[in-house]
């Protein structure tokens, strides 16, 4: 056994030469033998050696004991160790998971800290065979996608597990010949949690089955996880050819549409998690429910974890938390008749100019951000500003007018972007829909003697 983990830490690139190894150490079968093995290694692989133990706090006594074990046979054993005590029940009660959840995310929290104090470079947990079945099995019963059925990784980060070669069979075996006494955890022979009844009534009936069923689970974990990094490479392509950032969300084209489903799911999943900060709570409902929305009409919203909406726009859908929608700008900014204006908001420079008109045959700009407008037309004073309520636009040379709204409608501009629009106005009117059109009433004709020249530079709201 010692060699077998030995020929698996080497193929893995577990650990180099010179590094510090904390050992995660709870005092059962499979931690103790992580230990012991590593212990018999450190000097052939060159690394130094120290340990951890968390006391959660849950079974009083009992657990006291265990961290009584674990600190004597280190001290035995010349080996650097801390015990951690923490309340799992208060933590996973704050944090609103369950027991198990908050144990664990405790434990890993304490594991770093340790790390970081004994400036340790790698930290060994001791996950075996069994763990990486039950876990396939746990993620198969409850729903996954294809990452589920990688099981648990021999390396992850600062994460490494020795023991994923070995059964628990093997441990068990180990700890015989060495004479080797470890404490058992009565809550793990109990049926209350759900790895429990994994681990003691559906393994071992699939083991009746074929006595190499978790041997061959480990094995398919290890294809999945070969194909999964496929399916992530092809991933990174997609999501570089189909999101971009956008009014301070995630924006996914249409055309990720014509991606595999696979890759499409996967691009969603990822985005998502982006938009909401985290994984947890992400399911393959809400991805499901994503890609349905690629089907609906314009403007439709559905909401997902975290605080995000995902809405349907014309040409895609846009994912943002609700805490980004919408810049919330009160204020106008006053333009000169010549000069410039800064608008922070939106990283706009807005620069004006006003100058006679030279000839008659001279072009008129064409460009979306760059406009001429008589002059003499405008009353008042000129500023930028956010859209109200009785906005409108003259639309023709009679006269006749539209409600900002309804132009908005007609040029198909997304209703959650509608108030952030900046607009061009005098003291009676809208002048310009910045990067879109201006009033028909201002236009430069043959009449006109002076020009106003407005150029929006820079900014990324209205592209």
């Known amino acids: 056994m010692r060699k077998k983990v030995r020929n698996f830490m080497e193929q893995y690139h577990m650990v180099e030469k010179g590094d510090c190894v904390l050992a995660a150490v709870s005092g059962g079968a499979d931690s103790l033998c992580l230990l012991m093995l590593l212990l018999e290694l450190h000097r052939e692989l060159g690394i130094r050696l120290c340990a951890v133990h968390v006391e959660h706090g849950i079974r009083g006594e009992e657990s006291l004991k265990d ?31 369950s027991l198990e959840e908050g144990a664990r995310e405790l434990r890993y929290q304490y594991f770093r800290q340790t790390a970081e104090a004994f400036k340790a470079d790698k930290i060994a947990v001791a996950h075996n065979q069994n763990d990486c079945a039950e876990t396939m099995l746990f993620h198969l019963a409850r729903g996954t996608e294809l990452r589920g ?5 021999p390396v992850r980060d600062q994460i490494i597990r020795p023991l994923l070669c070995v059964e628990r069979r093997e441990i068990e075996s180990y700890l015989a010949e060495h004479d080797q006494l470890y404490c058992k955890d009565q809550t793990n022979e109990e049926l209350l949690y759900t790895r429990n009844k994994i681990r003691h009534q559906i393994l071992p009936v699939l083991s009746e089955i074929n006595d190499q069923a978790v041997a061959h689970m480990n094995q398919t974990a290890v294809s999945a996880y070969e194909a999964w990094e ?9 999501v570089k050819e189909y999101m971009f950032q956008k009014d301070g969300g995630y924006f996914l084209s249409d055309k990720l549409l014509n991606e595999k489903p696979v890759i499409l799911r996967a691009v969603l999943h990822r985005i998502l998690t982006q938009a909401a900060g985290k994984s947890r709570d992400i399911s393959r409902i809400h991805v499901r429910q ?16 975290e605080g995000v ?3 349907r726009t014309y040409q895609g859908i846009l994912l943002i938390r609700k805490e980004n929608q919408g810049l919330d700008i ?48 405008i009353k008042g004073t000129m500023r930028m500003r956010t859209p109200q309520e009785q906005d409108f636009l003259v639309i023709d040379a009679q006269g006749n007018r539209k409600k900002l709204n309804r132009y908005f409608a007609d040029e198909k501009v997304p209703g959650y972007r509608r108030g952030q629009m900046l607009l061009l106005a005098d003291d009676t009117h809208i002048l310009w829909v910045i990067g879109y059109r201006i009033s028909e009433d201002v236009k430069v004709t043959e009449h006109t003697r002076r020009i106003l020249e407005i150029r929006v530079n820079g900014g990324t709201a209205h592209e």
């Not at 059925?149 to 990784?153: D, K, R, S, T, Y």
């Not at 994503?290 to 974890?305: A, K, M, S, W, Y």
């Open 230 to 238: 496929l399916i992530e490479n092809l991933t990174d392509h997609a």
């Open 67 to 97: 961290a009584e074990f674990v600190e004597k046979f280190c001290l035995h054993n010349q080996i650097p160790c801390k015990i951690c005590r923490c309340d799992a029940v208060r933590y996973a009660k704050e944090q609103k998971i």
């Open 290 to 305: 994503i890609q349905d929305l690629f089907h609906l009409q314009t403007g439709r919203v559905i909401t997902l974890p």
């Open 149 to 153: 059925l990688c099981g648990i990784w």
């Open 309 to 311: 909406q995902a809405r």
């Open 330 to 377: 009160e204020q106008e900014w006053l333009l000169p008749e010549k000069g410039s204006v800064f608008i922070s908001s939106y990283e706009y420079e807005v620069q004006t100019r006003v100058f006679d008109k030279i000839s008659q045959n001279e072009e008129i700009p064409k460009n979306r951000y760059t406009k001429w407008m008589d002059y003499d037309k």
